[in-house]
Structure formats: C-alpha cells, structure tokens
C-alpha cells in the first residue's frame, strides 16, 4: 500500500445532470432484454406485511443471496456501498471504527435490524458496527430510505437497514465456501439448510482471518505505529421452525458474530503504540406466528440484542482499556387484518434497553429504560391508486412521548409507470451513554425530530425497477457533540434534499445495478456541507454468464466531501472491482475478484488510506 499525501480538492467533477432523463428513457429499451417468467421481489420492510417491490410506496432495494454471491463481496458495508443514498467511513482497515449515512443521516439515525431485532447501541458512541456483519449467513438484505418512526419507532430517520439471515426451505443440502488473498486473508464458511415434513431448518458458521495492511497516511500523521492491523471474525446463525398445526408456526432464531481487530491512535498514538479491540453481537428471537383465520394473522415475538465492545490501549504510552455492554429486549404483539382490499395492521412492543461500561479509570456507567409503543397501519390498492397510511406513538422513560406518522400514495400512470409521493415523520431517542455517560452524558437531551416529504416516479416490467425520488427532510435538534461544553447537546437543525435514482434488471444478458444520488446536507446553524457527506454518488455493477463463465464488475463514484474542521476536505474517488466465476459442475464453482483495480488512493476519513489493489480467489461448493 502506497503512502498518499493528503486529498487535493481539485478532483474532476463528474456530471449526471442529464443521466436521470437518460435512464428512464432507455426503461422500455432495457425491457427487451428481460426474460419472460422472471418474478418480482417480495419485500417485508417498507409497510412491515408482504409486498411486491413494485408496490411498495417508500423507496425501498432489495439485495438477494444471488447478487451477494455474484457480487463475491465479504462484509455488510461492501455490499451496501453501491446502494443509493448509503456511504460508508472507516478509521483504518478491516474492523476499525466506523460510521454509515443514508440519505445523510449519520448511523444514530439509521435503524439497523436483523431478522427484525433492532441493533440499538447505547453507548456514547451510538454508532451501529455493521464492518463486523459477515455476508456468510444472510440471505436478503432490504433498504428502505426515509422517515419510517411510524412503522419502526425510534432511528429509522434516515431509513431502516434489514438483514436476514438463512433460513430453511426445499429438499436439505449443504454449502461450503474456501477464500485466500492479498493480505493474508483467508476465509471460510460451511453449513446446511433445508424442510423436513413441516420442520424448517438452517445452520451455518463461518470465519476470516487477515494480516491486514497499515492505513495510517504518515504525511499526515507521522508519529503513528505504522505496522499492519489485522482482524479475525467468527459468525454463526440459526433456525429452527415447525408448523405444528396448519397455519401456525413456533420457531427460533440465532445470529452472533466476534470480531477482533487492531487499531492506530489516530494522530494520538506514538511509533510504538499498539491497539486492539474486540466487537461481539448476538441476536436471538423466539416467534409464534398464528393465522387465525383467512383475514387475521398474529405474530408474537421476544427477542434479544446484545452487543459487548472492548477497547484496549494497554500497550501504548498512555495505557487504558474500556469495555461498554448494550442490551435490547424487546417484545413485540403484531396483528394483520384483512378487510376487502384494505390490509390493517396493529399491535404493541415492549423494549428494555440497557448499557453497562467500565473502563481502567474505574468510570462506570450502568443505566436501564422501557420503551413502549402502539402501532397501527392501514394500506389498500383500489384501482390505480395505492394508500399506506401508519401512526405510532412511542414513551421513553425520563423523555417526551414522540407520535409519528406516514402517509403515501401511488397512482399507476400506465401499467408501466407509476407516480409516488408521501409525508412522514420521524424522531430518535437519545442513546443512555449520550445522556448519563460520567464525562461527555446530558440528562437533558431532548429526542431528534425530522420531517420528510418524497415525489416519486417509478418505471416497472416483470423483474426490473427503475425508480427515482425526490426528497426534502428536515431534522431538528440533532444530537451531536458540543465542543464548546465537551457534553452531548442538541446544538443545530439539518437539512437535506436531493434526488436517489435506483435500477435493478436485465440489459443485453447481463444482471445490471445501477444508483444515482446528488443531495445537499446541510446543517442549518452554519450554512455548512455536513461532515464526510457527499454531495453526488454513484454506481454501476454488472455480471453477465458466458458458457461455464460469469464475469462481472462495480464502478463506484464519490464525491469530495469535508472532514472534520481545521482538517482539508476528504477528495473525489472512483474504484472499480471485477470479478469472475467458472462452474466446474453443477455443484462446484471457482470465483475470483479483483478489489480497487486501479490502485485508486483515497480516504473516507483524514488520516487514514484505504486499501489497494487486492486479489482473492476462492471455490464454492453448493449441493444439488
């Protein structure tokens, strides 16, 4: 990995001024290309009930396990990097801190979920550690963008992240996968999954190792430990269903991943400093899910989240050592009702959030609150018009009750084509770290409040989506950290408005994905770009078959953006990866990908390179 010195500002704009009239344009041109038969997306996400992705009124992607596997990439925020509206910044290599924005909102304000359990940190740094989410065991990632309090309380400001993990179906078989690289990387995963009579299973289990490589630029910070910082995951997941009598259903589901990593000081460090840090995240929900009757459906679930990270500065010239414990126990009652055309939803959830920390200075925080919400929805189709309608009403102990709300609409123009708009309102809670941590907590922290509305226009045929959305949100009293009383603060309002193209389908054989996002994050008390948020991004990926061969490849665009103050803007990069996959037999595949072709250097965070050019190769083994 090459030294870089700091980012120029004067990188080549690139202009997608005309691309949107472009894209839609050529919709009934891809069209052709789309093979007959091909069925659309059913998503959960975007109304909390079953839909098709064409009728889902917020703007909502899905990512299924044939484009994590064509795409060959490791991690969640590789996989998300190509999304619409989502960047992501990392202090270092492979498992070092790390933050994700959608649609500007930083990650206290994205809701992350897996297999429905909220991953709600509540330490003072609030952030979600999506760099430790292996793609080993997830089967579908959904992304719904904006303001959805109304359907998942608290965080889903700038939109709602879902993970889901494997799950049982078909005859049982078997996976493996074997992977070596750059770096030292090596990789490994294996597991099973299948239906027998009316049980459901799966179960799987995985790790990567790396050497790593040094991210530190020492231009810009030359006193820092410039060795290589490695990183070593496990991940496992788990689930277990029987309908034990028809239309009734008792499961079990269990997720965790441990990752373990090493870290620089970041301008604080010395030449022989050595950091580490540990990052553990389990999950585990026990369900019943009931149909009553034709029109009634239950869901009953209880759940857990719980995530432990250490930090360890023993071995430097300042030694120290943390560790913060976040626990999430949530239940939650869910009812759909069908009504004619109309679909109503309801229902109530419980949740105890918890944290409890340590550190060498003997500073301790333990701290308990109950969180509880009424919920109801109401959605139909009547002709070629489309309604979602959702209220919640959300109490927090020692806080102001928050009601939120969403109102959609869809009208179908043609069959094709379809016009979209909505209004929505969200909040997000304080973490317990932000308010009652020993140094930095305010008790008096009030919650986030945003405001949102969306006009939308989507182009949709049998197995491809082109949709583009306008939005304009406004959030009020953001929770930030106040330099100037060196605590928590709710210190300014923000804005954003902007434009997110997104497309999925077919052109000339090849699967193609492409995003287009211009915006302009504002905060409101200095007129200033928010911090590490770019104004345009955008990305191309396709993978065509050819024989026994597919190749593919991604390009990803993003546009200069500030760093932190006193420190010079973070320069415009474009990286381009390929990939390649030869199917030896039915059931064995060799795959083979090349990371930042081009050797691009850039930095998502001051001070701190991304990786190089990286080469991996590896074999797949999937029972027929």
């Known amino acids: 990995m090459k030294t870089i010195v700091p980012p ?13 009239v472009a ?10 290309s789309l093979p007959a038969g091909t069925l659309n997306e059913v998503v959960v996400t975007a109304s909390r009930s079953q839909q098709l992705l064409t009728n889902a009124l917020p703007h909502t992607t899905v990512i299924a396990r044939d484009v994590i596997e064509r795409s060959q990439a490791l991690d969640l925020p590789a996989l998300l990097s190509s999304e619409a509206g989502f960047q992501f910044t990392q202090n270092g290599g492979r498992g070092t801190a790390s933050s994700l924005f959608l649609r500007g909102s930083a990650s206290l304000g994205v809701l992350v979920l897996i297999d429905g359990i909220p991953l709600t940190r509540q330490d003072s740094t609030g952030a979600i550690s999506l760099e430790h989410i292996m ?28 993970v889901f993990t494997r799950q049982g179906s078909g005859k049982p078989a078997g996976f493996a996968q074997l992977e070596a690289g750059s770096h030292g990387s090596k990789r490994a995963s294996a597991g099973i999954s299948g239906q027998v009579g009316d049980t ?14 040094s991210s530190m630029n020492t231009a810009q910070y030359p006193n820092e430990n410039p060795d290589a910082d490695g990183y070593r995951n496990t991940n496992y997941s788990l689930a277990l269903s029987h309908e034990w009598r028809k239309g009734h259903t008792l499961g079990l589901r269990a997720q965790g991943n441990e990752g373990e990593f090493d870290f620089d000081g970041g301008g ?30 239950s869901e009953l ?7 432990k990270s ?22 939650n009652w869910s009812h759909a009702i069908t009504l004619g055309p109309w679909l109503a939803s309801m229902g109530a959830e419980n949740q ?18 109950r969180v509880t919400s009424l919920f109801a929805g109401l959605s139909a189709t009547l002709g070629a018009h489309a309604l979602q309608a959702n209220l919640r009403r959300d109490s927090a102990d020692g806080l102001d009750a928050q009601t939120t709300g969403y109102l959609g609409y869809g009208f179908n123009l043609t069959p094709a084509w379809k016009l979209l708009a909505s209004t929505s309102t969200a909040f997000n809670l304080p973490p317990l770290g932000y308010l009652y941590d020993p140094f930095s907590g305010n008790p008096l922290l009030k919650p986030e409040t945003a405001r949102s509305n969306e006009l939308g226009l989507q182009w949709a045929q049998t197995g491809l989506v082109l949709r583009a959305t306008l939005f304009s949100t406004r959030v009020s009293d953001m929770l930030l950290y106040d330099l100037a009383s060196y605590r928590f603060n709710n210190v300014s309002d923000a804005s954003n408005r902007g434009l997110e193209v997104s497309y999925s389908g077919k052109l000339a054989g090849a699967d193609l994905r492409a995003s287009l996002t211009q915006q302009d994050p504002v905060n409101q008390s200095t007129g200033e770009q928010l911090i590490r948020r770019a104004k345009t991004m955008a990305s191309v990926g396709a993978s065509r078959p050819w024989g026994a061969w597919t190749l593919g490849g991604d390009l990803r665009y993003t546009g200069e953006r500030p760093d932190l103050p006193s420190r010079p803007a973070l320069g415009a990069y474009t990286v381009a990866n390929l990939t390649a996959r030869y199917a030896i037999s039915p059931a064995l595949t060799l795959t083979a990908r090349i990371d930042n072709l081009f050797d691009r250097d850039y930095q998502t965070a001051y001070g701190y390179n991304q990786p190089g050019r990286a080469a991996y190769l590896g074999i797949v083994w999937k029972q027929q």
């Open 8 to 20: 120029r500002r004067g990188c080549a704009p690139v202009r997608f001024g005309a691309s949107v």
């Open 23 to 32: 894209v839609f344009a050529a919709g009934p041109v891809l069209a052709q």
């Open 135 to 162: 793609l080993d065991q997830v089967e579908r990632v959904e992304v719904v963008r904006g303001n959805v309090s109304a359907i998942y309380g608290s965080g889903a400001i700038g939109g709602v992240i879902q």
């Open 200 to 213: 459901r299973f799966a179960l799987g289990a995985g790790q990567h190792r790396t050497d790593g490589f």
């Open 268 to 297: 604080f460090g010395s030449a022989t400093d050595v950091f580490k840090g540990r990052n553990s995240t389990d999950t585990w929900s026990a369900y019943s899910h009931n149909q009553f009757t034709e029109t009634w459906r």
């Open 301 to 307: 679930t209880a759940s857990q989240g719980r995530e």
């Open 310 to 331: 250490i930090y360890d500065a023993r071995l430097t010239a300042f030694p120290y050592n943390s560790q913060a414990v976040t626990e999430t126990r949530t239940v």
């Open 352 to 369: 105890q959030q918890s944290i409890a920390t340590e550190d060498s200075y003997d500073s301790r925080l333990s701290h308990e609150r």
